[in-house]
């Protein structure tokens, strides 16, 4: 059975008219540890989505989760850019990347895609924040956004995120289980919140009777660690076939002029592109660069 399968073409068009402004709403992260776009996503392709999580689900037999924070009743799928061109679409999405980009600049990586499908009778998620691994002293700048995706309407009786505003200003963790003030992030269908990675957050409990699909898609800064190995999850030949932009934030791209080089090559080369990179050795060098004397 083929991995990765052929799906209709889904125009990715912003919802007019755009009130996006990533400046803004990147200072509104950094006050408050989030920021809402109520309508960033277009309806028809959330529906897609949808579609292609509950076909990747069938196909592939996924379970519910085996552990009270992935949720005893919520599908995770991992590695999708696998299973579906339709969520390389989501992580260069034009209403949303370059709020992402505002926050932790163009050199960016994606960090993972996970669609989150949470069924009846979820309970609360651990509140977390999803750069709990980084070391650095808190607070610090973001290293990490997570961007979570209403793919159907979140409402705080369905399970809509949990956040705790300001928690990323904090110079401590919370400790596991740890309860706190937290409001639910309440979208339409369509909406996507935008989360610098230190803020406290959790999926919220499910007292209806529907599922409420949903889809993280989390981004580091270049000089970090991506949570999903991307670079040895997705075959070279399906990443040739990308969009170059997605191709550089899988990894295929140098951060700074020399982060992520291969033998002094750009990448791309293992693509089968021709990219002859400037490197910061060139650039701090300046025009007298080949000098003989040179150890």
Known sequence: MS?????????????????????????????????????????????ALIDEIKRIEHD?????????????????????????PLFGDAAIHPRVLPVVEAVLDT?????????MNIGPDETPQLLHADDGMITLPRPHPATMVTTLWALSEFREENGATRIVAGSHKWPNVLKPGQAHESIAAEMPKGGVVVLHASTWHGGGANVTDQRRFGMSVQYVAGWCRQQQNLMLGLAPALVATFPTRLQELIGYSMYRNVMGHVDRQ?????????????????????PQAARPDRG
């Not at 073409?9 to 776009?37: F, H, R, W």
């Not at 990448?267 to 990219?275: C, E, K, Y």
Request: hydrophobic letters at 40%; glycine letters at 8%; proline letters at 5%.
């Open 3 to 47: 991995c990765l399968r052929k799906v209709d073409a889904v125009t990715v068009t912003a919802n007019e008219p755009s009130s996006i402004d990533p400046a803004a709403l990147a200072a509104t992260i950094e006050e408050q540890g989030y920021a809402i776009i109520p309508d960033a996503i277009d309806h028809d392709f959330c529906d």
């Open 266 to 286: 750009h990448p791309a080369v293992l693509l089968g592109g021709q990219s002859a990179p400037e490197m910061v050795w060139d650039k701090l060098s300046g």
């Open 60 to 84: 592939f037999k996924i379970a519910d989760g085996v552990n009270d924070f992935e949720g005893f009743h919520t599908k995770r799928i991992f590695n999708v850019l696998t299973k579906s």
């Open 107 to 115: 050199g960016l990586l994606l960090s993972g895609i996970t669609s």
